[in-house]
């Protein structure tokens, strides 16, 4: 069954794959995750806050998101950017944003959403105690934030929030419908260039599987250590 | 105080009216000066006019012809420097990019017709090739009426793909038309018999064919979706300063005797990675259209001499 | 911005000849429902099958869920789409695959196997936490009662555990008709394949994207609403999903 298939090929290929592919995955999900939990921390916050209207706003961004699929979304994205730079520097003519950026923008906006739900579920699961305590100390309400509650809400949420990290290292891959160079684009452009398909998608579907299965141990071993009773 | 504001006022209009010598720059060479760089599209698998050679790096006809460009831009801005970027694009994103900036010049095997003249605009054209269909010999394809019920692929944003998608339509063919992403990805489609034929323009047809594995299981069709239509170096739309620039130096490139040596470089000679001579002469309308660059949509103003 | 807006272009005819863009793009919905529907049964069958293989006593069965769940949720969707359509044919028999690829509607039935199963390991999970929540006194009754684990399982655990995981099922189901926008790549050309085509034939980007996204959104809020509804016609009163 195997017999005219040319492993070899990934061999040779590997420096391409994993120095220009890999970097460019890993790098994406490190800045996306980094991002978009900032990102989705405020607009959890603007959700929890007592303004109807802010909340109203991030309540209809994050069903926007959640309702969207993400190849849609990346489109958009692709295609806006520039646009949108545009608008925010007031220059004459649209942008230049290239294919790492763009992707960048898109990765952020959209795991926001999600991972601002977590930090909701998070910072709801507090108890009211900590920030009646915190008021009656006298801190502000960004203090409390700053100092009490969110690094509470992020130590309780932190399998959670690295589990949704390794689904967005496996959505990295969709850039792939724009011939962005990601690792499973590269093993495409590879695969298509030497008419090696097999090799090269089961090579790739190898990768992924090994790290986002080491990467989910990981996390249930963290889950085991850091569970603490109230 | 009043004698300082003077002064001032006096230094001002001194040095607008320096500036006001240099002419008023506007569109993309504002911003080629601004930022000091200019950014070309490329292709990966539009041999032999925009692809990656074997260290990822895109080369062919049309990159040539656009390094002459920035040569020429270059010398108009008159600047000591200007930053080359690259930014690849397919089929199915070279005009959006073009048309958000992403992109100043698209280098490639783009097709200039009126349609896409809403969008974009090209310059002088650059080659000439009508849009014919590659198929496995044992396929027995003989003609586009042999198409009927099967499955055939194109590369999406083409207009190959569009011709296929209306000529289907207009001879009831029923033909089940697959989108590729690029033209490596359609080729292989047939290579693996997941389509029986690949529609595209017959110069890239011919470069896929022979850098193949097996080039003589393929024959490349003698009917045609279209008469030969030009290729054009992609720019934005209303930014005539700018094309004024471009169609100078592509209009001289293809006069001089340079010109004749890029093309026979590309299309009579060893080219990389795997050293495939494509032999293909140029054709007496290109040879005409080089001594007089012409831009025009319409492939009928494309005469032999 | 020197974008040249046209928001007419959805009553201008399509190249492929089938009517307007609107109706092209009417068409790619239609096929996204279908691949979805499909998907989902796939995905429902499948993945109580082995939720329940995982919540059973015997190691070997929980083995085999475990591995089941981990093989298809550490693999990205488009890698394990790749799988099915350009792997799968290359390694069976010439003839089984030559059959395979040229077969009609292939995209359709690799992309509705292919999310199907993708999903079935989420739906599996959560079948797997639905079990585990009931009080644990409902299996010991049942075993009281003299019913077989079939029995158990059929009459007693998994209806209640349907119904408790209704709220979570819905967002699968929301998921997977957003995963169908993935097949794209194997050429199916559902919703977001549609807006793409548009989109480059018409050179109108964003309208075509803003079609597809105000479509998807309708999609959403009437399968909520539909879920919603289903879920308060099969509450048990009394129970903590009767609310």
């Known amino acids: ?230 | 105080m009043k004698h300082l504001r003077m002064i001032g006022l006096a230094l001002a209009a001194s040095f607008c009216a320096g500036q006001a010598n240099s002419e008023e720059l506007t569109g993309t060479l504002k911003n080629i000066k601004e930022t000091g760089a200019i950014t070309l599209g490329f292709r990966d698998s539009s041999i032999p006019f925009s692809y990656l050679d074997d260290s990822q790096k895109p080369i062919g006809f049309a990159m040539d012809i656009c390094y002459k460009i920035v040569d020429a831009v270059k010398k108009e801005l008159k600047l000591d420097k200007l930053e080359v970027k690259l930014n690849p694009v397919t089929s199915a994103t070279r005009i959006p990019l073009m048309a958000n900036g992403t992109v100043d010049l698209e280098c490639g095997s783009t097709t200039n017709n009126a349609e896409r003249q809403k969008q974009v605009w090209f310059t002088n054209t650059h080659f000439l090739t009508a849009s014919r269909f590659v198929s496995k010999k044992s396929s027995k394809i003989n003609s586009i009426d042999d198409l009927k019920g099967k499955s055939v692929v194109s590369t999406s944003g083409t207009t190959n793909i569009k011709q296929l998608t209306e000529a289907n339509a207009a001879r009831n063919l029923g033909i089940t038309i697959i989108p590729a992403k690029d033209h490596a990805e359609a080729f292989l489609m047939v290579e693996t018999d997941r389509a029986v034929a690949f529609v595209m323009d017959d110069i890239l047809l011919a470069s896929l064919v022979a850098g193949s594995k097996e080039p003589a299981a393929y024959v490349i069709s003698k009917d045609a979706f279209s008469k030969p239509e030009p290729y054009g170096i992609m720019l934005r739309k209303d930014d005539a300063a700018f094309k004024k620039v471009v169609d100078a130096a592509t209009a001289a490139l293809y006069k001089s005797p340079e010109g004749q040596k890029l093309y026979d470089k590309w299309f009579m000679q060893k080219i990389p990675p795997k050293g495939l001579n494509l032999n293909a002469p140029i054709s007496a309308e290109l040879k005409h259209e080089f001594a007089m660059p012409s831009d025009s949509p319409d492939p009928d103003s494309y005469k032999a001499m | 911005m020197n974008y040249h807006w046209n928001w007419r272009i959805f009553w201008e005819p399509a190249p492929n000849g089938t009517g307007t863009y609107l109706d092209m793009l009417l068409s790619g919905l239609l096929l996204t429902i279908e691949t979805a529907i499909c998907a989902w049964i796939i995905a429902l069958v499948f993945g109580s099958v082995i939720g329940v293989l995982r919540t059973l006593p015997s190691k070997t069965a929980s083995w085999v869920g475990f591995a089941y769940v981990e093989f298809f949720r550490n693999m990205p969707l488009l890698v394990q789409l790749f799988l099915w359509f350009f792997v799968l044919p290359e390694l069976l028999p010439h003839a089984w695959g030559l059959w395979m690829k040229q077969m009609s509607n292939a995209p359709f039935y690799t992309a509705a196997i292919g999310v199907g199963l993708f999903m079935s390991a989420r739906v599996a999970e959560q079948l797997r936490a639905g079990i585990g929540s009931l009080p644990r006194g409902q299996k010991l009754a049942a075993t009281a009662l003299g019913l077989t684990t079939a029995q158990t399982y059929r009459y007693v655990l998994l209806p209640m555990a349907f119904r408790i995981i209704m709220p979570p099922l819905t967002s699968e189901f929301l998921n997977t008709i957003k995963n169908t926008s993935v097949a794209i790549t194997i050429g199916l050309i559902e919703l977001t394949g549609e807006a793409r085509s548009m989109q480059e034939f018409s050179f109108q980007v964003f309208e075509a994207f803003t079609a597809a996204t105000v479509l998807y959104l309708l999609v959403n809020i009437i399968v909520v609403t539909a879920m919603r509804f289903l879920e308060r016609s099969l509450a048990v009163p009394g129970y903590i999903t009767g609310k």
Request: aromatic share 16%; charged share 10%.
């Open chain 1, 1 to 230: 069954m195997f017999a005219n298939f040319d492993f070899d090929v990934i061999r040779r290929s590997l420096g391409y794959l994993f120095f220009d592919g890999m970097t460019f995955t890993l790098t994406l999900t490190g800045l996306a995750a980094l991002g978009g939990l900032i990102f989705g921390t405020l607009i959890a916050l603007m959700r929890l806050s007592g303004f109807k209207l802010l909340g109203r706003i991030a309540g209809l961004y994050v069903d926007l998101m959640r309702s969207l699929p993400l190849v849609l979304v990346i489109f958009w994205f692709y295609f806006l950017v520039p646009y949108i730079g545009q608008w925010l520097t007031g220059s004459s003519r649209p942008v230049h944003v290239g294919a790492f950026t763009s992707s960048l923008v898109t990765f952020i906006m959209f795991e926001a959403a999600y991972f601002s739900e977590i930090m909701r579920a998070g910072i709801q699961s507090i108890s009211k105690g900590q920030p009646a305590a915190a008021q009656a100390l006298g801190l502000t309400y960004s203090q409390t934030m700053r100092y009490v509650v969110l690094p509470q809400a992020f130590r309780n949420m932190l399998p959670v929030l690295l589990t949704q990290t390794i689904v967005l290292f496996q959505d990295t891959s969709l850039v792939y419908v724009l011939s962005i160079p990601d690792f499973l684009g590269a093993a495409s452009k590879v695969a298509q260039r030497d008419g090696r398909l097999v090799e090269m998608y089961l090579f790739a579907a190898v990768v992924y599987f090994a790290i986002s299965f080491a990467a989910s141990f990981g996390v249930r071993r963290l889950q085991t250590r850091i569970a603490f009773v109230h």
